[in-house]
């Protein structure tokens, strides 16, 4: 099994996954690592990098995205100055849901919204990986 590297995906869903790639790197500090495809069509696949985290993206097919959108897209990610990352999100025009706190956990961390109502959760909070994961 390897260990040089995140073994967890997440996997968000936009209506408008180019638009998402641009304001999550503007906002948040993502960084672009894949896009396809990448002539203006819808997208069928990204990544986007933060630290040594992977995130991946896709536009929703024509019938999910008349769909409400739920709120089962709630990445965490840790940063190591939340306050910085709050305020330069703030400045980006993120919608901040839950604002900077210090929890019983021993976490310091905030909730924002990003334009198509997913929350990202970023915080100092780093859970410790599993032992052993294999099937």
Known sequence: MPTDGPTFYPVLHYRDARAAIDWLERAFGFERLAVHPDDGAPVVHAELGFGTGIVMLTTMEADQAALPKARYNA??????DPDAHHAHAVAAGAEITRDLQDTS?????????DPEGNEWSFGTYRPVPARSAQI
Not at 75 to 80: E, F, L, R
Not at 105 to 113: F, L, M, V
Request: charged residues 20%.
């Open 75 to 80: 990445p965490y990610v840790y940063v190591a």
């Open 105 to 113: 956990y021993g976490s310091r961390e905030y909730i924002a919204r």
